[in-house]
Each structure stands twice: as structure tokens, then as C-alpha cells.
């Protein structure tokens, strides 16, 4: 499974982007699908995660209300919206995917995500 984000950028703070997690070559309806980001520095981190469906999802702490993650799995597509970006937001974003079940509870650990994509870079300026 190859999957590729796109659509980070450099914006101020309080502005909003979409993130998109395009996965090449399969079908990307049978992937549970996770957004993680690394700050220069620090330990990558846990941002945001949906089920095969789209009906489960989780968040971190520090997101919620903030970012939404969805999917359109007719495009193949996982996305994360993110509002009222800050500063402490910058860093890399990168998209995981696995296989589960349906009934699979959505995870927050790296490790349970086999499939990584390349990251697209996120700078909030103050």
C-alpha cells in the first residue's frame, strides 16, 4: 500500500488546511487510517485516527474541536481538517493505514500501523 499526504502549507495562525491521505492501489475502504505528526525535536505523535467506514474516530487531546478527520472512500482518500491552527501545530504530518475487521477499535499506537506515507510539512507562524 503506498500512501501519499499532501496539502500542508505555510499559514498563520488561526487559518485552516486539509490534509489529504491518497492511497495508490488499493482500496483504501478496507484501511483503518491514522494521522500523525512529528514536530523538529520531538517524538511523533498521535493526531487523529477513522475506521474502514468512516464511523469510528478518534483524537488526541490537543486536537479536538479542532481537526476533524474524514474519508470518501470512493476517491480513495482520507483527509484531516484542521481550524484555528496554531503555532504549536507545525511540524510534519504523515498518514498510516492498516488492515482490521470492521468491528477493529480505531488505534492511537504507531506501531499498529504497517503502511506509512510520506509526510507533508504544516508551519503555523504566530
Known amino acids: 500500500v503506498q500512501l501519499q499526504a499532501s496539502g500542508g502549507g505555510l499559514v498563520q495562525a488561526g487559518d485552516s488546511l486539509r490534509l489529504s491521505c491518497a492511497a495508490a492501489?488499493?482500496?483504501?475502504?478496507?484501511?483503518?487510517t491514522g494521522w500523525f505528526r512529528q514536530a523538529p525535536g520531538k517524538e511523533r505523535e498521535f493526531v487523529a485516527a477513522i475506521s474502514r467506514g468512516g464511523g469510528r474516530s478518534d483524537y488526541a487531546e490537543f486536537v479536538k474541536g479542532r481537526l476533524t478527520v474524514s474519508r470518501d472512500n470512493a476517491k480513495n482518500t482520507v483527509y484531516l481538517q484542521m481550524n484555528c491552527l496554531k503555532p504549536e501545530d507545525t511540524a510534519v504530518y504523515c498518514c498510516?493505514?492498516?488492515?482490521?475487521?470492521?468491528?477493529?477499535?480505531?488505534?492511537?499506537?504507531?506501531?499498529?500501523?504497517?503502511?506509512w506515507g510520506q509526510g507533508t510539512q504544516v508551519t503555523v507562524s504566530s
Open positions: 492501489g488499493h482500496d483504501v475502504s478496507r484501511l483503518f
Open positions: 498510516a493505514a492498516k488492515y482490521g475487521s470492521l468491528t477493529a477499535p480505531v488505534s492511537k499506537i504507531s506501531s499498529d500501523y504497517n503502511f
